[in-house]
């Protein structure tokens, strides 16, 4: 479909290892969004991109996360040196622009043993 | 950004209305109010927006107060699959979307 694509879908991966998180958002969408949310809790945002402008990190809990979004489209989460804590879904969103409705992709489950 | 009250949880009768209350009191005048909502497993979905007349879709209805401190999301027959977690969302664009803790409905048979 035209939704916001993520892959994968599911990641187990041990302790200490990089994991990739990719979010192909809906063509024609400017602004990009990621989120955690660990089971029970509510939405955590990590970072936004919005067209050309410096993407909004605030939202990173540590340095070992970072995110870029290449050519405005696609964007790839990477988590260096994974912890237990980092267990989440990382759920990505786009819109058309900086007003508009937001979408979310289905999420990827990371667990980390 | 614009804090929100939501209560943490509620409960419906199947088929009946429920009113889904949230305060904003912060909020500035070129924000508008969205609301989403998060089935289980899933990520949240668009319901409805509004910026200061009430408004109506096929899945809701926006109430929104005149001073626009609060407003009411109107589920006007709730259904099992109305379960979920519901988000108030004030939001104008200059800044990014910021989720608080929501209301989980809790539909009854």
């Known amino acids: 479909g035209a939704g916001v694509s993520q892959s994968p879908s599911n990641k187990v991966t041990e302790k200490g290892k990089d994991v990739e998180l990719r979010c192909d958002p809906i063509s024609g969408h400017t602004a990009l969004y990621w989120y955690r949310q660990s089971l029970g809790q509510g939405l955590e945002f990590l970072i936004y991109f919005q067209g050309n402008s410096a993407p909004d990190k605030s939202g990173l809990p540590s340095d070992r996360f970072s995110a870029e979004r290449t050519g405005g489209s696609v964007s790839t989460l990477t988590i260096q040196r994974t912890q237990q804590e980092d267990s989440a879904v990382y759920l990505c969103a786009s819109s058309l622009d900086r007003v508009g409705t937001i979408y979310f992709g289905e999420g990827s489950w990371l667990t980390v043993v | 950004d614009a804090k929100t009250t939501q209560p943490n949880s509620m409960e419906s009768n199947e088929e009946e209305p429920v009113h889904l209350p949230c305060n904003h009191s912060t909020i500035s005048g070129t924000d508008y109010i969205h609301w989403y909502r998060q089935l289980p497993s899933q990520g949240p979905e668009y319901v409805i927006h509004?910026?200061?007349s009430n408004v109506n879709n096929r899945m809701a209805s926006l109430a929104i107060a005149e001073d626009r401190k609060s407003s009411t999301l109107i589920l006007h027959r709730a259904t099992l699959r109305d379960a979920a977690v519901y988000y108030c969302i004030p939001f104008s664009g200059t800044y990014k979307y910021i989720f608080g803790t929501g209301t989980r409905l809790k539909v009854l048979a």
């Open positions: 509004g910026l200061t």
